[in-house]
């Protein structure tokens, strides 16, 4: 059984930080990050493969640190100068590998957490 569980979600003013984490039963050859705003589609904001290997959505790279700590079966998000476009509810995913890796295509993901919702005011 699959089993992802995120915390760390909160309100924050811009330019702060939070971390995310998403605490796992199993790892996948692709775990990661992706969050959904009111009334857009879900979209891919971080993931990792197995090796370490890491993707990073453009409007993310560089704020933004993907990571993990198998001793503690725990996924991190760091993410720091948030913005107020950085808000959404965020959420865990993991799945194996496919053709293209592990990318940030959330329809390549098979797992999914309940979610833990980011906001941060100007």
């Known amino acids: 059984q699959v089993q992802l569980v995120e915390s760390g979600g909160g309100s924050v003013q811009a330019g702060g930080s939070l971390r995310l984490s998403c605490a796992y039963i199993?790892?996948?050859?692709?775990m990661g990050w992706f969050r959904q705003a009111p009334g857009k589609e879900r979209e891919g904001v971080a993931v990792?493969?197995?090796?370490?290997?890491?993707r990073y959505a453009d409007s993310v790279k560089g704020r933004f640190t993907i990571s993990l700590d198998s001793a503690k079966n725990t996924l991190y998000l760091q993410m720091n100068s948030l913005k107020p476009e950085d808000t959404a509810m965020y959420y865990c995913?993991?799945?194996?590998?496919?053709?293209?890796?592990?990318?940030?295509?959330?329809?390549?993901?098979?797992?999914w957490g309940q979610g833990t919702q980011v906001t941060v005011s100007s």
């Open positions: 995913a993991a799945g194996p590998r496919t053709w293209s890796g592990c990318a940030l295509d959330s329809s390549e993901y098979n797992y």
């Open positions: 199993r790892s996948w050859y692709c």
């Open positions: 990792r493969n197995i090796y370490g290997n890491t």
